[in-house]
């Protein structure tokens, strides 16, 4: 029975070694903006007068967010900005605001093919 404890256990070991820790290309991707938010967020900050404390955002909160973006060029696009900005959360999040229609300039055209 000790004999079967122990190659139980080696299994195991040997399992956890052999599993990917992503399991696709978006989880990938997914797992660098929750890195990139992490990194710049601020875990105190003042807002009026008092100091509020926000925790670290997982990877379901991200994966809710982008959930609408389907193709994977348009997150390594948001990627790719988001690694150039000054501010990745801000970024982040700025860049997922839709913009309102009233609030377009004038002269913006919708593309023919849109």
Known sequence: MEQLKINIAD????KKRQAPLVASERADLIKS???GINRTR????????????VG????????????HIKSLADLYY???????????????????????????????NIPESF
């Open 56 to 67: 670290k955002i997982s990877a379901k909160a991200v994966a809710v967010k982008v959930g």
């Open 33 to 35: 903006f929750v890195d």
């Open 11 to 14: 299994f195991l070991e040997m």
């Open 78 to 108: 948001l990627k790719s900005i988001c690694d150039k900005a000054q501010d990745y959360s801000k970024c982040f999040f700025g860049s997922l605001k839709v913009q309102r229609v009233d609030k377009m300039p004038r002269n913006w």
């Open 42 to 53: 601020p875990l105190t900050y003042e807002k009026d007068g008092k100091s509020i404390t």
